[in-house]
């Protein structure tokens, strides 16, 4: 079982940056594959960004690549997504995600706006 807590969202304007964090708890956190997707009202939710459990090789969304980064440090069961050079499409709130095999595990989401 993996609990998560998702935290850093908020109000920024275009242009600007933001770093989400994911705090995760009650199992083997290295074990798991990681990923943060999003969802705006009347679209469906989308992948963002992921980071294996083992390389930690990582993967994005055309949408976000070369504005965004996901990261993952094992010792402290985190999973970060940094949010540059944020556009007004970006605002969705933002989930992350842990998965192991057939199991999959999701975080209450946290509100990115981006808007002037």
């Known amino acids: 079982q993996v609990q998560l807590v998702e935290s850093g969202g908020g109000l920024v304007q275009p242009g600007g940056s933001l770093k989400l964090s994911c705090a995760a708890s009650?199992?083997?956190?290295?074990?798991?594959?990681m990923s943060w997707y999003r969802q705006a009202p009347g679209k469906e939710r989308e992948l963002v960004a992921g980071?294996?459990?083992?390389?930690?090789?990582?993967n994005y969304a055309d949408s976000v690549k070369g504005r965004f980064t996901i990261s993952r440090d094992n010792a402290k069961s985190m999973v970060y997504l940094q949010m540059n050079s944020l556009k007004p499409e970006d605002t969705a709130v933002y989930y992350c995600?842990?998965?192991?095999?057939?199991?999959?595990?999701w975080g209450q989401g946290t509100q990115v706006t981006v808007s002037s």
């Open positions: 980071i294996s459990s083992f390389r930690g090789i990582t």
């Open positions: 995600r842990a998965r192991r095999g057939s199991a999959e595990y």
């Open positions: 009650g199992d083997t956190f290295s074990a798991y594959g």
